[in-house]
C-alpha cells in the first residue's frame, strides 16, 4: 500500500509541467486515486455469528475530459477487508462519469483553486473470503459528491463522499446492500 501512494504522489508531481491551461478543460486527462476506511454492520454485511465488515479500499483511476467539466473515465477497486476472523478481498473494474463545476472562470492562477464536483460510478467485480465460501460476483453503483483541491497548476487532494449499493448472490439469493464511504486521494491532471 505504502508502494501505491508513493507512486501516485510521483505521477502527481512528475505532471506538473504536462497541464492544461485549466485541468478540467476539454483535452485534458486525470489519473488519481483515492483511498476509502468504511466499518460496515448492518445485515447484508454481517456474518452468521453478527461480525461487521471493516474494509480498506483503493480506488486508482483514469479519466479524459470530452467537454469543459465533464470527464470520462474508468476506475479500478482494491478492497481488503476483515470479518471476524476472516479476510475478505475484492477486486473489481468500471466506468465512471465526473462533472467538476468550473469555480471563478476570471481566475489566472490554478493553484488554490476547488473544484466541486460529483460523479456516478459502477463497478463489476469478484468478491472473495478464506472462509471457504465460493467467490462472488459482485456489482457495486453509486454516486459520488466531493471538492478537489488544486495544490499545483496539475495536480490536486480531494475529499468525497460516495454512497454505493452492493448486489451480489449468496447461494441463488440475491443480496442487496448499501454502503457510505468518505475517501481522500490525489489527482494529477496530463494533456
Request: charged share 15%; aromatic share 12%.
Amino acid at each position: 500500500m505504502k508502494n501505491c501512494l508513493t507512486t501516485v504522489c510521483v505521477v502527481c508531481i512528475g505532471c506538473a509541467a504536462f497541464a492544461a491551461d485549466s485541468p478540467i478543460s476539454k483535452g485534458s486527462v486525470s489519473l488519481g486515486g483515492q483511498m476509502f476506511f468504511q466499518s460496515l454492520t448492518d445485515e447484508a454485511y454481517e456474518n452468521w455469528r453478527g461480525d461487521g465488515l471493516t474494509t480498506i479500499t483503493l480506488n486508482p483511476r483514469i479519466g479524459g475530459f470530452v467537454a469543459d467539466g465533464l470527464s470520462l473515465g474508468a476506475e479500478t477497486e482494491f478492497l481488503w477487508g476483515s470479518r471476524g476472523s476472516y479476510s475478505e478481498t475484492l477486486f473489481g473494474i468500471g466506468p465512471r462519469i465526473a462533472y467538476y463545476f468550473p469555480t471563478r472562470k476570471n481566475r489566472t492562477e490554478i493553484k488554490g483553486s476547488v473544484y466541486p464536483y460529483v460523479a456516478g460510478l459502477a463497478t463489476f467485480g469478484s468478491w472473495s473470503c478464506d472462509g471457504g465460501d465460493d467467490d462472488l460476483f459482485i456489482i457495486k453503483f453509486g454516486g459520488e459528491l466531493g471538492a478537489l483541491l488544486m495544490f499545483g497548476n496539475s495536480a490536486g487532494a480531494d475529499v468525497s463522499l460516495r454512497v454505493k449499493r452492493d448486489v451480489y448472490d449468496v447461494g441463488g439469493h440475491p443480496a442487496f446492500g448499501t454502503n457510505v464511504q468518505f475517501g481522500v486521494g490525489l489527482t494529477a491532471f496530463v494533456l
